[in-house]
T-cell receptor, first 111, second 117 residues
Framework: ETGVTQTPRHLVMGMTNKKSLKCEQH?????MYWYKQSAKKPLELMFV???????ENNSVPSRFSPECPNSSHLFLHLHTLQPEDSALYLC??????????FGPGTRLTVL | AQSVAQPEDQVNVAEGNPLTVKCTYS??????LFWYVQYPNRGLQFLLK??????LVKGSYGFEAEFNKSQTSFHLKKPSALVSDSALYFC???????????????FGKGTKLSVIP
């Protein structure tokens, strides 16, 4: 788990706030992912970056904005979120499309 | 399209007994199959994968999984369960024909394993 780190681990924000989630991978991988995990729902893939280019965008609302400045770092910028966006946000990385390694997640609560 | 099903929301097993967590899949080509485990308030940890080769795959923490093409299954097994194995287990699949550079894994809903002392 130390291969992929996420900050912050917990975040509480109001619907009018702007915040960012950060992910860093220390595994030398070339692909990074954002997932949303809500209670009693399957893991939802949000975004995929390969070699710093976005290759998947699964119909995610524009209030979520990803950024991948290099192959080791991934951000998820949040603005004007809704209470239903409260969830565990997981970052992962992989080499090509091999097995993915996950970070510990950010527990997000939107008030 | 690719899909995966974990038919049991919860599995209870006594410590020391063998455990099985079930997974079935659907893909148009050959499957790439994965098992992950998630402990409370943690991310998913990779356990094992099947790409090709032997149908019995061995992974971390004494877990193994058997690929059965005719039954389109990839059940996770362990000969002797430990209390510390109690966690949420996810099966995932990717279709080898999902396209070059396709990164999308489809995950099951997860099975909660409880090992009773």
């Amino acid at each position: 788990e130390t291969g992929v780190t996420q900050t912050p681990r917990h975040l509480v924000m109001g619907m009018t706030n702007k915040k960012s989630l950060k992910c860093e991978q220390h595994l030398g991988h070339n692909a990074m992912y954002w997932y949303k995990q809500s209670a009693k729902k399957p893991l939802e893939l949000m975004f995929v970056y390969s070699l710093e280019e976005r290759v998947e965008n699964n119909s995610v609302p524009s209030r979520f904005s990803p950024e991948c400045p290099n192959s080791s770092h991934l951000f998820l910028h949040l603005h004007t979120l809704q209470p239903e966006d409260s969830a565990l946000y997981l970052c992962a990385s992989s080499q090509e499309s091999g097995e993915q390694f996950f970070g510990p997640g950010t527990r997000l609560t939107v008030l | 399209a690719q899909s995966v099903a974990q038919p049991e929301d919860q599995v209870n097993v006594a410590e020391g007994n063998p455990l099985t967590v079930k997974c079935t899949y659907s893909v148009s080509g050959n499957p790439y199959l994965f098992w992950y485990v998630q402990y409370p308030n943690r991310g998913l940890q990779f356990l094992l994968k099947y790409i090709t080769g032997d149908n019995l795959v061995k992974g971390s923490y004494g877990f193994e999984a058997e690929f059965n093409k005719s039954q389109t299954s990839f059940h996770l097994k362990k000969p002797s369960a430990l209390v510390s194995d109690s966690a949420l287990y996810f099966c995932a699949v990717r279709d080898e024909h999902s396209g070059a550079g396709s990164y999308q894994l489809t995950f099951g809903k997860g099975t909660k394993l409880s090992v009773i002392p």
